[in-house]
């Protein structure tokens, strides 16, 4: 737990937070009248604990990384059509799927896994990465799913690499990071919760020649929100046959975070392995299974979401600059940058305003990470940001 912002724990059992007018619990709110100050159980910090903390009259939902934009026209239509066959099994409906992404991306059947969402998948991997001892290697800050899992449930010693100058996942140091007892490398690109991407042929070339001693786990959850996703993927390596694993969803650009389906493409042997660990297709519904066939590589649709997610960053890139903030350049639906007051204090102060957000610590700072809204939802944040700024 290194980086992640763990102060609200602290802060709620110094009772600060309910000074504000409610309480942080995953789950409930309490308001302060009557409200016992009783222990609360709340580490580490995750999307789901903040956004489930969330005041009920929230105005935007910044917390979670979500597309608000979301699923396409046809992935509704496929949704309702669906469920008067809903009865059967969605056998039909995987083969489409699987048979869409096999043909897109050039792979075999035997090299993808589907999954209910790719929590499944990074769940599956900490287990058989990390079920006999040794250690992980990832960035930090980066998406701690799979690290978290794998340190609570098999105490797996997880090495955590600081990032480069720049917040880019720091290849060179994770590369001399690894030792005898490495089980597996974990990487986000573009990284969670930087959004920042590392140069794709550096990538590829640190990928070739570390897989070769260590498989590489690599979480492009963000991917479909760059311009040319095909040249940054580490799919081809799968291809060549490295031990490289690839974890996508349709959570993100898709926008499918309620309707679960994602997927992972690795060498056959690594996807009989995970299957052991997870359920693949069979944990899909009939209906989300539908909507990924029916929308997965809608260029038009795909376009339109990168469009109004641009569009609302740059306002809210112009409202960091007016107000005197800097920020790194996103290269994903969300956007951190460097806060001047405590992280806990200005979570509370912005859900105070109706505006859910989440805070990290790192490299000496305090971070707000916001993730991409609809205009709306900018315009909430901007007028609360203006508040307390
Ligand atoms: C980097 C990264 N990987 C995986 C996930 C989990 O996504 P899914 O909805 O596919 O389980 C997230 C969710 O925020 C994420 O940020």
Redesign the pocket.
Known sequence: MTSRNINRRTLLKSGALLAGGFSFLPGKILATTNAPLAPVIFSPET?ESVVLSAPPDIKARLS???NPFGPSAKAKQAIQDAINDSFRYAFGSSRDLMTKITTFEGLQPSQVMLA???????AAAATYYSKDGGSIVTADP??D?LTRRASMSFKANIIRVPLTADYKTDLDAIEKAITPDTKLVYL?NP??PTATVVDTAKLKSFCERVSAKVPVFV?E??IDYLDDPQSVTLIDLVKKGSNVIV?R????LYG??GL???YAVAQPATIRALSTYCEGAMSISATSIAAAAASYQDKEYMQQVKAKTEASKNFLYDVLKKEGYTYVPSYANFVIFPIKIDGSKFSMEMAKRGVSIRTWKFDNKEWCRISIGRMDEMEAFAAAFKEIS
Do not use: H, I, M, W
């Open positions: 999307d979670a990384n979500e209910a969402g790719s929590s499944p998948l990074l980066s998406y799913d986000c990284n969670n979480d959850a963000y974890a969803t349709f959570s993100k499918f975070a679960r389906v994602g």
